[in-house]
């Protein structure tokens, strides 16, 4: 299943929360989409959910558009808005409930779907619980649920792993890891850039409200980042080893952190591995080399100006 943002636009009188954004993911994609606060990621994601109208441009899934077909998109797509549910007078079951059947499923199947999906997502044990008294990742888990009753192809989540804990963290990305593994298309928005890079297949970038790169992770670091940053640690500390490997090939900057170095290598991954080579050839005990892993946060810096529209 594909789903394409094509010339999306959303103005809000002389506000352009969205201008003229496209992109495209599919089935068994989890796309992150990032931007700093005010870029319009919450806007974009409410017209794919089919709650706001568009300025201009389309939705469409399998070419279907769910702008003039709003009600095709409400069967088709999860939505897990960045709001937690919060009544004081419903348990988690009566809540699930409640939205089975406002999907639209009766009898026997509607208590075999809140059944099951209690189940996923690991919500069994809190069937009974109110949900006013939950965490708040317990929360999330409950609205995730919810988006999954009617058995959308494609979920759109904004902001689901704020506020939570690490172990709540984990278990979502692990739900959502789960999901793609099953066919789902997901989009999820976060700021926590370390975090969504372990799960994501590809990223979507928004300042002011427009499109400032789309595509794999690693295509777009090597467009985007002129340097990695490498940690280096040697079996024995060496004379001078700083200023040698200062003067090799392709290192702009050496630092010293305990027994490990950090290296600032100009260019991408070629270069590390000429680098690594180097060490090797001149003789430096090379116990770890490893290209530090926040690559979307280089990425997300070297792209975007942190301006609001």
Known sequence: MLVEIDGLKRYFGKVKAVDDVSFSFATQQIIGLVGPNGAGKTTLMRILATLDEPTAGDVRVDGVSIVQYPEQGRKLIGFVPDSLPNHRDISVHEYLDFFARACGLRGQLRRRVVESIEE????????????????????????????????????????????????????????????????????????????????ITGVVILEQGKLVRAGSLQHILQESVTHRVVRLRLLESMDGAIEKISCLPHVETVTRADQLLRLWVQGGDGECCAVLAELVRQGFPVVEFQIESAALEQVFLAVTKGEVA
């Open 120 to 199: 996923f997502t690991n919500l069994v044990n809190l069937r009974e619980k109110n949900i006013h008294a939950l965490s708040k990742g317990m929360k999330q888990r409950v609205s995730v649920a919810r988006a999954l009753l009617h058995d959308p192809p494609i979920l759109v989540l904004d902001e689901p792993a704020a506020g939570l804990d690490p172990r709540a963290r984990i278990e979502l990305r692990e739900l959502l890891r789960a999901l793609c593994n099953q066919g789902k298309a997901i989009l999820v928005s976060s700021h926590i850039l370390a975090e969504l890079e372990q799960m």
